[in-house]
Each structure stands twice: as C-alpha cells, then as structure tokens.
C-alpha cells in the first residue's frame, strides 16, 4: 500500500469540487495508495516524472517514488486548464 501525499494546490483544487465529482476524484486519489497505475493512467512526457488520471473532464497529475511507496497528488484540474498550467 503507497501513502498518500497532497500538495497544497491540489487540496485547492479539490476543494473547487463540487457534490459527484469532488466525490469521484476523491474515489480515484483514495485508490492511487492501492494501485498507483491504474488502468487508464498515462506517463506524462517530457521533463515530468509524472503520470495523469482522467476522471470525467478532469485529470489528476501525481507522481510516484516506488522506493519510498509514496504518491504525490499535484494538481486536480480541469482537461482545458491543466496543461497549460504545465507547459507555464
């Protein structure tokens, strides 16, 4: 079982949420700590280290340190905000 951890950002983000999807990606992040490659999930490419969950219209980017069983929850955003956010 990984641990997880989330930054400061995502908890703003999630707390954007609103009733069935705040309860959805809080669903998808819980089951991070039990498989964090779930089916669907995809490396990010690039310099990140990072892979992406989609849950409806939004995606969860975290990153994980297999050494330490650790999954760090960085940002929950909307599909149209978030690789912006990235790139900048």
């Known amino acids: 079982m990984y641990r997880l951890l989330i930054d400061p950002p995502a908890r703003k983000d999630m ?7 705040w309860q959805r990606v809080r669903d998808a992040i819980l089951g ?6 779930p089916a669907g999930c995809v490396k990010l ?7 992406r969950l989609r849950v409806g219209d939004y995606r969860i980017v975290y990153e994980i340190d297999d050494a330490s ?8 955003k909307h599909r149209s905000d978030i690789y912006r956010q990235l790139r900048g």
């Open 69 to 76: 069983q650790v999954v760090i929850v960085h940002h929950v």
């Open 32 to 37: 991070l700590s039990e498989v964090p490659r």
């Open 45 to 51: 490419q690039g310099n990140y280290d990072a892979y």
């Open 15 to 21: 707390d954007r949420l609103k009733g069935n999807l």
